[in-house]
């Protein structure tokens, strides 16, 4: 739970980061999809990581087959829930790239 709770901060950290960096007019896109990328990767892993040990503290008890599911629904549910921040993360650096470009390109004309 601590290593979760470590990667959401990281997380915010790093949205702060990246939102701040978006006023500049000359950012490197690639470098920061790149950064956003490796840092969704690290998320995708400590979650793994997380639900792995979660499974493995099962051994050790006497766990009821509905309360195995349960927790096995919760995991899925938060796979689900991480892929979809995940995926909106990257639509939305897209977006700004492109709102960005967008703005350059009228206020050349």
Do not use: F, P
């Not at 006023?23 to 995708?44: P, V």
Request: charged content about 30%; aromatic content about 4%; some cysteine.
């Amino acid at each position: 739970m601590r290593n979760y709770l470590i990667v959401v901060v990281a997380t915010i950290c790093l949205g702060i980061g990246l939102a701040t960096g978006v006023r500049a007019q000359n950012i490197d896109w690639g470098a920061q999809q790149k950064s956003l990328k490796s840092q969704q990767k690290l998320e995708r892993h400590y979650l793994k990581i997380q639900q792995q040990n979660r499974k493995k503290s099962w051994k050790g008890q006497k766990v009821s087959s509905s309360e195995r599911a349960q927790a096995n629904h919760a995991m899925q549910r938060e796979r689900r829930d991480l892929r979809q921040r995940q995926k909106d993360a990257r639509q939305d650096l897209k977006d700004r790239h492109h709102s960005l470009k967008d703005r350059q390109a009228t206020s050349a004309h």
